[in-house]
């Protein structure tokens, strides 16, 4: 079982955005037989196997054994993944390309660098996990709090001078035998937590209580 799966097929991301079937995946974490899902799930056996069928023709779910009992075999099935996530190449022909424009500031190009992250990393993981090979891949995830906007484009600055000095002192253009490497490098406004936003409704009374 992968811990992500990323979904590239537009047949199965309809079939994997289906309330009852997200739900089936979810509970087949844990390998499990309709019967054994019927109950988890609150649903008659036989409607169980109807989404089964579509889950497994799709290659979500997968076999695990079959278990004789009398007259009947019962198929013990998983799901492929812990978590599944939709490719943008399941929308191919509106997919955000990031060849388009390239604008260090917009917030659509790093949304589209985003994209291509999914699609290029969905196939690697793909090709590393039919090959048995790990992955080489590094990641970076933090939060900064900046005092002023002029603290964060001076980051921003800074942080594009260091990644240029490190990348022109690792890459090797004339490297034949080398292995190209993505990197990609954003900074966007966290958001706010529930807590964080006050409703509209309580500022307009604060407000009326002090005037």
């Known amino acids: 079982m992968l811990d992500i799966e990323v979904i590239e097929d537009p047949a199965a991301a309809e079939a994997s955005l289906d309330p009852i079937r997200t739900r089936i995946l979810q509970e087949l974490a844990e390998p499990a037989s309709a019967t054994q899902l019927a109950a988890k799930v609150g649903m008659p056996r036989q409607k169980v196997n109807y989404h089964?069928?579509?889950?497994?023709?799709?290659?979500?779910?997968?076999?695990?054994?079959?278990?004789?009992?009398?007259?009947?075999?019962?198929?013990?099935?998983?799901?492929?993944?812990?978590?599944?996530?939709?490719?943008?190449?399941a929308l191919a022909s509106v997919a955000p390309d990031p060849r388009r424009f390239a604008d260090r500031f917009s917030a659509f190009w790093l949304l589209s660098l985003a994209s291509r992250t999914v699609q290029e990393m969905g196939k690697l993981i793909s090709g590393a996990a039919a090959a048995k090979k790990k992955l080489a891949s590094f990641a970076i995830d933090g939060e900064i709090t900046f005092r002023t906007a002029a603290d964060r484009a001076a980051f921003a600055e800074e942080l594009g001078v260091a990644v240029t000095r490190l990348v022109d002192k690792y890459h090797d253009g004339g490297a034949g035998a080398g292995r190209k490497h993505r990197l990609v490098v954003v900074l966007h406004p966290a958001l706010k937590s529930p807590s964080q936003t006050e409703p509209k409704a309580e500022k307009d009374q604060d407000n009326d209580r002090q005037s």
């Open 52 to 89: 089964l069928k579509a889950l497994e023709q799709h290659g979500l779910v997968e076999l695990v054994e079959e278990r004789r009992k009398g007259n009947v075999t019962e198929r013990v099935l998983r799901a492929t993944a812990a978590s599944y996530l939709i490719s943008p190449v």
